[in-house]
């Protein structure tokens, strides 16, 4: 099994051949390729490269399927006795990506 732990937008993920991974809203369009060169880790079999902090040459090939919102978030601020309750929401954007390949020069 091969895969690798990459970096985008200050976080971590485990990226795996032929998988989706859903990471925060990148500005691409459907369809597009994206390259995400920032990879920390690579496991193909037996064989592990860490780097430090990245490994230099890494390369992960991926393909951006679409563009998703994820779960809704309620926030809910609330003093007793003084009558204050504030509830708001979020939601944060996604772009999901397919792993195409993960490869070293």
């Known amino acids: 099994m091969k895969y690798a732990i990459i970096e985008s937008g200050g976080k971590q993920y485990k990226a795996v051949e ?6 925060d809203l990148i500005d691409a369009e459907i369809g597009t390729k994206v ?6 880790l690579l496991v193909e079999d037996e064989k592990y490269i860490v780097g430090s902090p990245a490994i230099k040459g890494a390369q992960i090939t991926t393909s951006v399927v679409d563009h998703v919102k994820g779960p809704k978030l309620i926030i809910f601020k609330y003093q007793p006795k003084k009558r204050i309750r504030v509830k708001t ?5 996604y772009t999901r990506l397919k792993i195409e390949s993960i490869h070293v020069e």
């Open 89 to 93: 929401g979020h939601r944060q954007y």
């Open 35 to 40: 390259n995400l060169d920032y990879v920390l």
């Open 18 to 23: 032929g998988a989706t991974l859903d990471v």
